[in-house]
């Protein structure tokens, strides 16, 4: 009996009774074969002639170890000969295990389904009337490379929970790999196949055992509301459960990166996600390997043979008819290219869900010319879908029909490799106003909120505005502030009135702000000041920043001797900048922090040293903090010293600084021997240095690049230079991009600035994107600034948020308002920010700057 066939205990025993007989092997001779067996895990292998014959008469379910030795004196040794048998006692042992609602057995899923590709169908050569023994619906699988290193992670994962996730390019050959790995680990795992990540929460809440989460294109279950919270994933890994995953290289770099400083970091939950997976990496093209195993493949599948002799592209790409769709678009005619670029368009900038037949009316206008809209057929939409829905090879079509039941369809999706290309040569093509119209009429409302950022990020002020109100009304809290701040943008103040009235904190604070700008302060404190007595903290900020910037000093001070914080606050800083010292000082005395700081910061400055040291000294720690400033600045070693031993922290820190700077080694010591770590830490890196060249020196010559590059650093601050770049240059020709960086900036400061960009350009060419944005800092530093603004785009057209920055920053330095427009067109975060300040500050047009 085939093994992969067996379903039930009965059938298992007949099977291995079967294998025993065709061995002709008695019950002893089993025993006995079993004793000459070598030993597996410190343990001899045994098979009593009792447990054979449990076995043989399927008593009970027997142990894995049993199997293993029954099958081994059979003369079964190789493990991929084991385990068919061993799936097959797996399926026996699990088989009263109920179905878990909505999954299916990973051996019985349709790749398909999965999101697999279908393959592109040829027309066999005439000696080929029939077609070959692998010509099923889809081609035969030619095994890659990373196979061994997939399946290794999968069993990992079957054993202890896991998340593997496969990053790559559409058509690549992913969803493909990632399926045959699944089914040929774990065939008999139940698999959930999630229709978004709301149902991924419903499953973390009730979790089935021995189950398989399938996410492909996991961008998408990101981009939903809500997202995927890392920590739930961390709990199923925890309780056992795997979780397979595909996505774009693209996505997956956007949200591991860590943002700039004091930027948005609308990724952070993503990036933690995105930590728990085993990352593999597919390549975009089939290595010399791979394509030597798809020759052999090609006499029984042609599809496999029509791939291989295309030349220009991909393997993967083509078996997914990836550059037929691509000709197809380019070459549509008038009313079915609008209808595809519409839909392209709408997908790039946030429309997930399968569009509607009356979006893509509304839509294509804008996307024709005047004679093209005055001159369209009354049957022009029927024939541009008939065009755009076309299969290409059999395999796919450029808009996809998404059914809504029997003969209905409820919309078109664009096939994922056009989506794919269209983002990188439609990146900054700005869509109609008709296209923007549509999407605020007929999206899904699974879209909005995608939506709203993609207009906002692209200045769409008007349909943001729209999309957010829609977000709003719906009960979304996320979007309340933007949506507040877009309606003071645009004066909105009876839409903010309205809103503020009705509970929202945000519009309240903007509509003050903006009422106060407009001369009308009493109103906008008024807006304020019920809210901030009826506990909101947000509007009793506002209201004192309100009050202070406009000299409200009294109803400050009655607010702050009634216990608000915000306005103690904003008071003693009103007080400082007046350099009222004796207010401060009562209010010091009377208990307010902010008070003692704000007069410690002002007695410091007027140089009143005696009633700052009686303060430090009767427990006042902002005091402390200041004197013990003003001392280290005076190098008034004594009194630190005193003031230190005597328990004050603030002197003890300035003291061990100031002893540092001047080297003073010996009383570092004294005081680290009585037990002041800070002093320890300070004498440790001042006394490390020379045997710490010698230590570092003997790791790196013993292969450590990390102790190299610490060893060139010392080196290079200490003034040996050269011997500092010698030690980077030979760890870089060894391929260490970290070397190579730290020697591009230390040529650089010693002038030698064409050998810093030749050994960037080179790292960069190999895609070292940390040493792209060093090379397009350098090349903008030498004037050449067209060349860096080129690299940054194209780190920043593949998802490198830092390079994106740097970016913006580039234009806005050199002023370029029509790059900082196309930018804002591409949705490029912070592009709308960068652009208004730009245009804000811009001179009259004829003048210098």
Known sequence: MDPTEIGTLPQLADALDQLRRERSLSLQALADAAKRLPARGGRRPALPRSTASDLLNAKSVPEAETVVTFLAACGIHEKEVQRPWLQALERVATQHQRRPPGTVRVRDTQPRVLGVHAAIQTTLPPEDAQPGPGEGELPLYVPRDFDADLRTKLTRAQHQGGFVLLAGDSSVGKTRALFEAVKAVMPDWWLLHLRDAKALREFAAHPAERTVVWLDELQDYLDFAGGVPAGQVRELIAAGFVLVATCWPGEHRKRVALPEKDRPDPYANDRRLLGLADVLHVPSAFSPHERRRAEDLAGTDHRIRVALDTPDAGFTQVMAAGPELIRHWNEAPAYAKAVITAALDARRVGAHAPLTRDHLTDTAPGYLNEREVATAPPDWLEDALAYATRLLHGATAALIPVSAGMGTIAGYQVADYLHQHALRVRRREPLPDTAWHALTLHHHPDDTHRLAGGADRRGRDHEALILYQQLADRGSQFVLRRLAELLAEQGQVEQLRSRADN??????????????????????????????????RRAAARLAGLLAKYGREEQLRARADNGDRPAAAQLAELLAKQGQLEQLRVRADNGDPHAAAQLAGLLGEHGQIEELRSRADNGNWHAAARLADLLAEHEQLEELRVRADNGDRHAAARLVELLTGQRQAEQLRVRADNGDGYAATRLAGLLAEPQQIEELRANADNGDRHAARQLAGLLAKQGQVEDAIQILRANADNGDRHAARQLAGLLAKQGQVEDAIQILRANADNGDRHAARQLAGLLAKQGQVEDAIQILRADTDNGDRRASVRLLDL??????????????TAGTVGAVAALRRLRSCRPPHGTDS
Do not use: K
Not at 505 to 521: I, K, S, T, W, Y
Not at 811 to 824: K, M, Y
């Open 811 to 824: 234009l806005t330095e050199e002023r370029q308002v029509e790059e900082l427009e196309r930018e804002v």
């Open 503 to 536: 509970g929202d904190p945000h519009a309240a604070a903007e509509l003050a702000e903006l009422l106060a700008e407009q001369g009308q302060v009493e109103d906008a404190i008024q807006v304020l000041q019920s809210r901030a007595d009826n506990g909101g």
